[in-house]
T-cell receptor, first 110, second 113 residues
Framework: GESVGLHLPTLSVQEGDNSINCAYS??????FIWYKQESGKGPQFIID?????DKRQGQRVTVLLNKTVKHLSLQIAATQPGDSAVYFC??????????FGPGTSLSVIP | DGGITQSPKYLFRKEGQNVTLSCEQN?????MYWYRQDPGQGLRLIYY???????QKGDIAEGYSVSREKKESFPLTVTSAQKNPTAFYLC????????????FGEGSRLTVL
């Protein structure tokens, strides 16, 4: 389930195909990016999408951008326990300025 | 190996003391960044620099200072004016071409006693 408040929203999911969502507010952002952060480490780049695109596929991941409702999603195929981490969406609000969203904690149950 | 090196990994300081966190990169990247992360929270931008001898404030710059005298180095000073300095500090770099793909260091955890 998902919880909000002072802690990161949490998704507990079964192995398989899963999706993480993010809402953004700045219509002028040029790039939208997904990062993965494991406990005690710095975030790692997963995939990005330019604002003039709707979909981009990577290795086992797909990012979808819906500019009409200002919504970004990350689809992960064949999610495994090793994918458990905190996932952040980010956007470039002006050239080179990268702002992160609040993050979602993903827990994949075997 | 190319990458971002932050030091120290853990740091303890008394209230009222200034602290400088080191960040070095050998990726030949133009842009460098400092973010702050509190437990269970997202990353908040403190300062960023697109080029040597130039930097811009992020969303929470008060109580912090930076310098960018060399391309590979972007140290962050947490001053005594920062009211709640205990946090995890992350440094990052990018090519500076606006794509938002950042390369992060392992972070520095600062605890003020």
């Amino acid at each position: 389930g998902e919880s909000v408040g002072l802690h990161l929203p949490t998704l507990s999911v079964q192995e398989g195909d899963n999706s993480i969502n993010c809402a953004y507010s700045n219509s002028a952002s040029d790039y939208f990016i997904w990062y993965k952060q494991e406990s005690g480490k710095g975030p790692q780049f997963i995939i990005d999408i330019r604002s003039n695109m709707d979909k981009r596929q990577g290795q086992r991941v797909t990012v979808l951008l819906n500019k009409t409702v200002k919504h970004l999603s990350l689809q992960i195929a064949a999610t495994q326990p090793g994918d458990s981490a905190v996932y952040f969406c980010a956007e470039t609000t002006s050239y080179d300025k990268v702002i992160f969203g609040p993050g979602t904690s993903l827990s994949v149950i075997p | 190996d190319g990458g971002i090196t932050q030091s120290p990994k853990y740091l303890f300081r008394k209230e009222g003391q200034n602290v400088t966190l080191s960040c070095e990169q050998n990726l030949n990247h133009d842009a460098m960044y400092w973010y702050r992360q509190d437990p269970g929270q997202g990353l908040r931008l403190i300062y960023y620099s697109q080029i040597v001898n130039d930097f811009q404030k992020g969303d929470i710059a008060e109580g912090y200072s930076v310098s960018r005298e060399k391309k590979e180095s972007f140290p962050l000073t947490v001053t005594s004016a920062q009211k709640n300095p205990t946090a995890f500090y992350l440094c990052a770099s990018s090519t500076g071409q606006g794509s938002g793909e950042l390369f992060f260091g392992e972070g520095s955890r600062l605890t003020v006693l």
